[in-house]
């Protein structure tokens, strides 16, 4: 089994900072794809930013060269942060990661169990 823990969500105020983290656990052997997503009231839920076992790295226009997302294998954790945030940034993120349990084993995605981050004017 694997878990994902998301952490740093929370309150800001336009202009500022938050950064979040997600930490897996569990039967892991590897992890390929690490992403955040998010979902606003009324909206589908949208990819905000995502990186490659590689180091590619790729975000949605509407958060490039405000968000960067950064991984740390050896603790199988995955971050975003978030700098200039705008009250439309305000959603639910969801960090999704693509992990294989074992050798030779299938790559599944998992869901962290998302965190509320509101910006207001």
């Known amino acids: 089994q694997v878990q994902l823990v998301e952490s740093g969500g929370g309150l800001a105020q336009a202009g500022g900072s938050l950064r979040l983290s997600c930490a897996a656990s569990g039967s892991i052997f590897s992890i390929n794809a690490m992403r955040w997503y998010r979902q606003a009231p009324g909206k589908q839920r949208e990819l905000v930013a995502a990186s490659t076992s590689g180091g590619s790295t790729n975000y949605a226009d509407s958060v490039k060269g405000r968000f960067t997302i950064s991984r740390d294998n050896a603790k199988n954790t995955v971050f975003l942060q978030m700098n200039s945030l705008k009250p439309e940034d305000t959603a639910v993120y969801y960090c999704?990661?693509?992990?294989?349990?074992?050798?030779?084993?299938?790559?599944?995605?998992?869901w962290g169990q998302g965190t509320q981050v509101t910006v207001s004017s």
């Open positions: 999704n990661l693509d992990v294989r349990t074992r050798v030779g084993g299938n790559i599944y995605a998992h």
